[in-house]
């Protein structure tokens, strides 16, 4: 049975990514009611985006990582370099595979789930989620599987993506660099600092994907800080850019092969932190942790029920 | 004293020539630090990243994941103080080899207060997987790329620019975690790094002359600090230490120097010289008198140490000086 999921799927339908975003929504949202809270709204947000990337748009190779959950492989230092990196469950490195690096990196639920719905993990290695002791942790570092690097302090994996993309451009790799980032750390300075420079050196290898949620921690972004108009921005700082619908699969698909000859790219899919799960709708903007309280369970519980049938 | 101009441009470009994958990058002051003929040498190995040091170090953190040796060329102050987060989760945390190459440490530019980097060896000997070394003269230049890239993780280099003395014999290299015996003595240890160097061994030559047995040692592995060599020359001191600085006068050597006897529970008395607090924009040898990191102020703190009134002026130190010349 195991030698069946875990042949890597390569070619899916829309219909069949659609119930990949699908999956992690519901899984996700069982997290939520599991536990009492989670980063729900990022899922909702970022299903279709995550589901699109590992199905339809990143050329990756095989899983090469654990089939399942493993315990904490220590912290890297001159005597711990070999331990597992999470960046093996998006395949082994190779000149032709594309890359994936996750600056926001509190979607580690929304990407452990992709992985196991695209057979590159265990489902049950979800059970080790945030379990005190394991790799699977809630904020994905350099041994959470399917991350490349710990990417906490927000504004420094765009930089660390670019300068893979640098290194491989020099090396001649032929595959691409895929960041993916959320619309409040555009905030950051140094995202920008690191645009100019890849627009600079010409990364037309590398491709950046902004979950534009319209969200932050302490409500919406509009209302913290500006932000907008980010195309323009992109733009005025040498990258192509273009906008898409973050919820629909072919817009995605289409925006991700948007030709940027000599540049970056930067794609911002417009999305909402409670598509699939109504009644989030009521909490926004302060869906940054959504937490369920006994009063609301009846309601996530129906929707999660009724997520079942098609879902899984 | 021989003065060596330039050593670390030539030192640079020779080690360049060893290793394919080492390149460089300057945030705007490659030419202040002595890669400017590194860029017209290796155009394709060398990264201009604009005035942006946090982006910078990030990078480079790209770079050295994919089989590249980085090394990070601006001033020491712009390497930690501005951007130690990118510096720790980009580089430290995933224990990658990128070198900080960090120009005019401490008092050795005018810049004022902006351009010091008096707590650099403070701040980073709380950086786990960091390797700290604190450049003392022409000899360790030369020797110091080698061990960087041996270490094969993060490297933080105090360096030294333009015209620097060599005190060292150009046939005895810089060894990893191994001060330097310039005197040898049981009365009082003396453990110097950086500028300071030159300092302690005029004083030196004044306390010999007044009797006293001196241990005097170079310093330049910051970090690690484990070094068998000084805890040995601990024990023996009869009198106790000094520890003479380019660096604020907590967290740098002569912290590292109190940990030691602590650690080893040695019952020694110990007196730190080091920058009292924030400098301001002037001369090296203004500020390294004015602040009192000099050789008359080691002669008094040993005369502290030992009781004794040593009667040692200006006048008995040893008149050869190497001053060198304003540039910020």
């Known amino acids: ?312 | 004293m021989k003065i060596e101009v330039n050593t670390h441009e030539r030192c640079m470009i020779e080690f360049a020539a060893k290793h394919p994958e080492v390149v460089v990058l300057s945030a705007d002051l490659g030419s202040s630090c002595e890669v400017k003929k590194f860029r017209s040498t290796y155009p394709d190995r060398y990264f201009t990243m604009g005035i942006a040091e946090q982006n910078m170090c990030s990078w480079a953190a790209g770079l050295a994941r994919e089989g590249y040796r980085p090394f990070i060329h601006t001033f020491s102050v712009f390497l930690y103080r501005r951007i130690l987060d990118q510096l720790e989760m980009s580089v430290a945390y995933p224990n990658l080899p990128v070198v900080f190459v960090g120009f005019v440490p401490g008092i050795t530019t005018p810049g004022g207060v902006s351009h010091q980097s008096i707590n650099d060896v403070g701040v980073l000997r709380t950086v786990p997987n960091m390797t700290i070394f604190d450049i003392g003269d022409a000899t360790e230049i030369e020797g110091v790329l080698d061990l960087a890239y041996e270490r094969n993780g993060p490297v933080f280099i105090r360096m030294l620019r333009k015209e620097v003395p060599r005190l060292f014999p150009a046939e005895e290299p810089m060894q990893f975690n191994r001060a330097r015996v310039l005197s040898e003595g049981e009365d009082v240890l003396l453990l110097s790094s950086s500028i300071c160097t030159e300092e302690a061994i005029r004083a030196t030559g004044a306390l010999k002359e007044k009797g006293l047995s001196v241990q005097h040692m170079h310093v330049s592995t910051m970090k690690p600090f484990t070094d068998p060599t000084i805890l040995d020359s601990l024990r023996k001191c009869r009198y106790g230490a000094v520890t003479i600085e380019n660096h604020y006068e907590i967290g740098g050597l002569g912290s590292a120097v109190a940990e030691m006897i602590a650690e080893n529970g040695l019952d020694r008395r110990l007196v730190k010289i080091g920058l009292p607090g924030y400098p301001h924009g002037a001369s090296k040898m203004y500020l390294m008198k004015k602040y009192g990191i000099d050789a008359m102020h080691l002669v008094r703190a040993v005369e502290q140490l030992t009781g004794k009134d040593l009667k040692i002026t200006e006048d008995y130190l040893l008149e050869e000086r190497f001053v060198d010349y304003l540039e910020v």
Request: aromatic share 8%.
């Open chain 1, 1 to 312: 049975m195991t030698d069946l999921v875990r042949k890597t799927k390569t070619r899916y339908t829309k219909a069949e990514t659609q119930k990949i975003a699908d999956s992690i929504r519901r899984q996700i949202l069982g997290i939520a009611l599991k536990t009492g809270g989670c980063y729900l709204a990022q899922a909702c947000s970022s299903a279709e985006i995550i589901a699109s990337l590992y199905t339809k748009i990143m050329n990756l190779g095989p899983s090469a990582g654990a089939w399942d959950a493993i315990p904490f492989p220590g912290v890297p230092g001159p005597d711990n370099m070999d331990y597992q990196h999470g960046s093996l469950y998006n395949g082994a490195p190779a000149p032709d595979k594309d890359r994936f690096f996750v600056s926001c990196c509190h979607y580690a639920s929304v990407i452990y789930c992709a992985l196991a719905a695209t057979g590159r993990i265990s489902p049950s290695a979800l059970d080790k989620f945030n379990v005190d002791g394991w790799n699977m942790e809630m904020i994905g570092a350099e041994h959470s599987p399917g991350f490349e690097n710990t990417a906490g302090s927000l504004g420094q994996t765009i930089s660390i993506a670019a300068g893979t993309a640098h290194a491989r451009k020099m090396k001649g790799d032929t595959g691409l660099v895929y960041c993916l980032l959320g619309d409040g750390e555009l905030q950051e300075g140094q995202t920008w600092e690191c645009i100019q420079t890849a627009a600079y050196y010409q990364l037309d290898n590398f491709i950046i994907i902004v979950d534009a949620n319209g969200q932050q921690v302490e409500g919406a972004i509009e209302d913290q800080m500006i932000i907008e108009p980010l195309e323009e921005r992109f733009c005025s700082f040498g990258a192509k850019c273009v906008t898409c619908d973050g919820h629909d699969i072919d817009s995605l698909v289409k925006a991700c092969r948007t030709g940027h000859a000599k540049k970056p790219l930067v794609v911002i899919c417009r999305t909402h932190g409670y598509t699939g799960v109504p009644p989030l709708k009521e909490k926004y903007p302060l869906l940054h942790f959504v937490r369920i309280s006994p009063e609301e369970r009846p309601v996530y519980e129906k929707i999660y029920e009724e997520m079942g049938g098609e879902g899984k």
